[in-house]
């Protein structure tokens, strides 16, 4: 088959057939395979314009079929003034509805093989863009990892690290960075996930945990991450919570039991030490201990059925992809 996207010439892609007649690129293919470069943008008119000059100029050196989407998220100021002379794609939402509705959009818009994302508020090089896309084939997703965002914002980089710490835990992967936006993934891998994304700035952790449990492979590349101009659009404290609920929501997803699990040990050493305290002191077996068992019991039940339910959407999603 061949893959055009606006901005490159027309190249030739070896793809082999599965079954029920689906086709998939083979790993060296990646090596040529057409880029997408998916840009969300908010009140962006300060940042986009050197940033979009920057990126197509690394995008020309690629050699290979490339294409820009700038997805405007309602901005009220002049960011799709500052692009609409530029050779990019422009999607324009008629309102805000959130970075992570922008980057659904720019996925269902784009073309390529691999798509990669980043921020516009300048955040994040485009000359990074190479070094990303050059590990894709092996890995089905490479993320570029902040090495110096503790030196930029202390907070956010402990929250940052929580995060990560967290999410390891649920993922059994060690995670670097979760909250990174700055990542290149294959289009086909991407696509099974796009309905899972939220509308808000807690996308890149949904994706990373969601490619993680449903088996598939993942490479973190260090980076300089830019000072953002202005003040960020992030609220630590409701988007933070917001980070930690997509994290369980995730977890219960594709692995319940990684959440459930703790919880059923919690209440049964509750009950064995209540059991100890009161045998120690009233000789009996209170209804504190029976309950605390009891519910230790059913948060395993819980998980135990909860996995199986897991097991069976996931397998039978495989089926139909």
Avoid at 14 to 27: A, D, E, I, N
Avoid at 96 to 122: C, F, L, P, Q
Avoid at 238 to 251: E, M, N, Q, T
């Amino acid at each position: 088959m061949t893959a055009s996207p606006a901005g490159g010439n027309q190249v030739e892609v070896t793809s082999v057939v599965q079954p029920h007649g689906r086709k998939r690129l083979l790993y060296d293919d990646f090596e040529n395979a057409s880029v997408s470069l998916v840009i969300p943008a908010l009140n962006e008119s300060n940042s986009i314009g050197a940033l979009l000059d920057k990126a197509i100029g690394v995008m020309k050196s690629l050699d290979r079929p490339w294409e820009i989407i700038v997805v405007d998220d309602g901005s009220s100021d002049q960011t799709v003034d500052v692009i609409k002379d530029r050779p990019v794609k422009i999607v324009a939402h008629p309102y805000n509805i959130g970075n992570g509705a922008a980057i659904k959009t720019g996925i269902r818009h784009a073309s390529g093989e691999v798509v990669v994302m980043m921020d516009a508020d300048g955040q994040h090089n485009p000359e990074d863009i190479p070094r990303l896309i050059a590990a894709l084939g092996p890995y089905d997703m490479v993320v570029g990892a902040r090495t110096n965002g503790f030196s930029q914002n202390k907070h956010r980089a402990v929250a940052n690290q929580c995060y990560n710490l967290l999410a390891s835990y649920v993922a059994h992967f060690g995670v670097q960075d979760l909250t990174s936006g700055f990542r290149a993934i294959k289009s086909a891998v991407l696509k099974r996930f796009t309905y899972l994304l939220p509308n808000t700035f807690s996308y890149p952790s949904t994706l990373t945990l969601a490619l993680l449990r449903a088996g598939y492979s993942l490479r973190y590349e260090p980076i300089l991450a830019g000072s953002r101009p202005g003040k960020s659009k992030i609220r630590l404290v409701s988007d933070g919570i917001r980070f930690v609920l997509i994290i369980f929501k995730i977890a219960t997803f594709f692995s319940p039991l990684k959440i459930f699990l703790p919880f059923s040990w919690l209440f049964f050493a509750l009950g064995l030490a209540n059991y100890a305290h009161t045998y120690f002191t009233v000789h009996r077996l209170t209804n504190m201990s029976v309950l605390c068992f009891v519910a230790g019991f059913l948060f395993f039940l819980l998980g135990l059925i909860s996995e199986q339910i897991a097991q069976l959407r996931f397998d039978r999603s495989e089926e139909h992809d």
